[in-house]
């Protein structure tokens, strides 16, 4: 995982953490190129035979009190000591602000550089979680270039454990979200349903999962009409990835299905060029549905779970699907095409109607960069969510607090369902009726009708699923948007 950063836990003792730790060079502690020291700590961290100047004087400045995440100027240390010294706003100490802390140092965190922090000292739980967390999340770069040396970071914790199981848990959580960048990231040159379906295989062995990949015969003879419709253009075949989690005990199941276009130029409804440099990322969903499921059995969640990602590559040539053309999808429901390039539903709806005849779980989560309606509507840094089920609205939505994935839930609007009405088919995949429409609200109905009435939601993330600039706990590029989010929704339940 390009994740450029080892972490190294010092259990604190004493009654100035910092200043202990800063006396005994055999903890480890002073050996840093860098101390990072929360702005709250400074009058009382005990550290002024450290520091060029008195604490508390400098505690009187303004420029001592940051935002959170931000730093103050450089305080040099005395020469020949540890330092130089950067005071770090933690803010209020929400989840939000000790994520932007944590992330802050991450991206200091350069190779071959130490940083000492005691930002974790007098913390609770669930700040150490979201701070170590975006501290992780805020080291990660992807290249295609061998890999710099990581660099390292020294955690101060206390407590009777040190905060062991929420170091644990973070780590999970920041590594599965690398994992989603990672996949998401990819060039398409490499990246196609098959090279797609094989690094899930890896992760399912890693990770204790059952794994099937549905090839295009068997999605053939199946009628998955939906895959092998959008994947007919393009000189690699779809597949159906298919991941198993099942835990002892589990008392009901989760399917998670996730969009897997691994480039979308349109197909012969051809984008323009402009639209079409981000399409490697196109798949994000599916790679939050193989990041989540990486990461059960180390949270310890307790619901069995299935992973469907339907991958294809969506590409014009002559086999291309044309519109008009008329598809039938797995369970016989057939759909007319008046858009190829409204594709991401129509590999969704194989997936979730195999879901609901052949698996037949308690409740279904669909996860997509399907519309840049959503995006216009919300921007990039918020999701839209539909579900028909208040019960799993109100989790997800409480999940989407508790993890920082943000969502905004959106209604299903049931008089804007005869717009996709198809007089040669049982519906269409973009709506039939002139006249502006409101285009996310459309796509979330049109998956409706292949979950059976089965308890359901839609996470649209076409916007956040990508950011344009290093910012928070995103790194420019794939942001892995969804994974925390699910895992916080499987793991409280």
């Known amino acids: 995982m390009p994740i450029d950063i080892r972490l190294t836990e010092i259990l604190a003792a004493g009654p100035q953490p910092l200043a202990d730790v800063l006396a005994g060079p055999a903890t480890g502690g002073p050996a840093a190129d860098l101390i990072v020291l929360p702005a709250q700590q400074l009058a009382s961290a005990g550290i002024d035979a450290y520091l060029g100047v008195p604490a508390a004087g400098l505690a009187a400045h303004g420029d001592a009190a ?16 540890p330092g130089p010294f950067l005071l770090l706003g933690l803010g209020d100490g929400t989840p939000a602000a000790m994520r932007a802390a944590g992330a802050a140092i991450g991206r200091r965190a350069a190779a071959g550089r130490t940083i000492l922090t005691s930002a974790l000292v007098g913390q609770p739980a669930g700040a150490v979680n979201a701070f170590t967390v975006g501290l992780l999340l805020g080291g990660y770069r992807f290249s295609m270039r061998p890999a710099d040396p990581a660099g390292e970071v020294k955690l101060l914790v206390d407590g009777p454990d040190g905060h062991a199981d929420e170091l644990a848990a973070a780590r999970a959580v920041a590594a599965a979200v690398a994992l989603a960048r990672d996949l998401t ?57 298919e991941l198993r989690y099942a835990p002892a005990g589990a008392s009901r199941h989760v399917v998670l299905a996730g969009k897997g276009i691994t480039f979308d130029s349109g197909g012969l409804s051809l984008k323009p060029a402009d639209g079409m440099k981000q399409m490697k990322t196109d ?21 069995a779970v299935t992973g469907l990602v339907a991958a294809a590559e969506n590409m014009p ?42 698996l037949q779980p308690d409740v279904m989560v669909d996860i997509a960069t399907l519309t840049g309606a959503a995006r216009v509507a919300l921007g990039t840094q918020i999701a839209a969510l539909y579900a028909s089920d208040e019960q799993v609205a109100a989790e997800l939505l409480a999940a989407s607090r508790a993890s920082g994935d943000e969502l905004w839930r959106m209604p299903l609007v049931d008089d804007y369902r005869a717009g996709l009405d198809s007089p040669v088919a049982d519906l269409a995949n973009v709506p039939t009726l002139p006249g502006p429409r409101a285009g996310s609200v459309d796509a979330a109905l049109f998956l409706r009708e292949f979950t059976g009435g089965r308890p359901w939601a839609h996470l649209d993330i076409a916007g956040a699923a990508r950011s344009s600039a290093d910012e928070g706990a995103n790194a420019k590029g794939a942001t892995g948007f969804g994974t925390r989010l699910l895992l916080a929704w499987l793991t409280a339940a």
């Open 66 to 81: 940051p935002a959170a995440g931000e730093f103050s100027a450089a305080v040099p240390g005395r020469p020949g000591g």
């Open 185 to 241: 990231n990819m060039p398409s040159a490499r990246k196609n349903p098959a090279w797609l379906a094989s690094e899930a295989v890896a992760v399912a062995a890693d990770s204790g999962l059952a794994a099937r990949v549905w090839e295009p015969a068997e999605l053939a003879a199946q009628g998955f009409g939906g895959l092998l419709g959008v994947g007919s253009g393009s000189a690699s075949p779809p597949r159906l990835i």
């Open 283 to 303: 798949m994000a969903g599916g790679a939050a549905v193989i990041a989540v499921m990486s990461a059960l059995a180390r949270l310890g969640v307790r619901a």
């Open 317 to 358: 040539s002559g086999s291309a699907l044309r519109p008009g053309d008329v598809i039938t999808h797995f369970g016989g429901r057939t759909v007319e095409v008046l858009n190829t390039d409204a594709e991401g539903r129509l590999v969704l709806a194989d997936a979730l109607a195999y879901a609901d005849t052949m």
